[in-house]
Each structure stands twice: as C-alpha cells, then as structure tokens.
C-alpha cells in the first residue's frame, strides 16, 4: 500500500466488506501496545432543532401550491 502527497490509502476491499466501511463511513485509527488499528466509529445519534416536528405537518395545499408560495412571481 503506498501513501498519496496527502497522506491517503486505499484500504482494501476485503478490509472494507470485513469492517463494513462504505463511502462516508466515519472511521478512526486506534494505538494499541504501539500498533495501530482501523475501527470502524459507528454514528452518533444526531438531535436536529426541528427533527422532532418532522412529518407532522398539516398543511392542504398541493406540492404545486406549496411550490408557488415559495417562488418568486
């Protein structure tokens, strides 16, 4: 495996599908007895401001009108 200029690696495949790394998992690097180790963070529960209001809205219009409201004329 080699280091780009700007310190990255391509973890393999078969490390990835071990670990269950996907595209915009967040992983750390752990120190252990002076070896270092890939761990896979698993993601925090994000609280949102509003997240508890979400599909509670009450609202009769149509997309089209909830659209227009939005728009400029």
């Known amino acids: 495996m080699r280091v780009t200029i700007k310190g990255q690696v391509t973890i393999p495949r078969n490390i990835r599908e071990i670990l269950g790394i996907s ?12 070896r270092f180790y890939i761990v ?7 609280t949102r401001k509003f997240h508890k209001f979400r599909g ?14 939005t728009r400029e004329s």
Do not use: H, Y
């Open 23 to 34: 595209p915009e998992t967040e992983i750390d690097f752990r120190e252990e007895n002076g």
């Open 40 to 46: 896979r963070v698993d993601a925090p529960t994000i």
């Open 56 to 69: 509670i809205a009450t609202a009769k219009m149509s997309t089209d009108q909830i659209m227009g409201l």
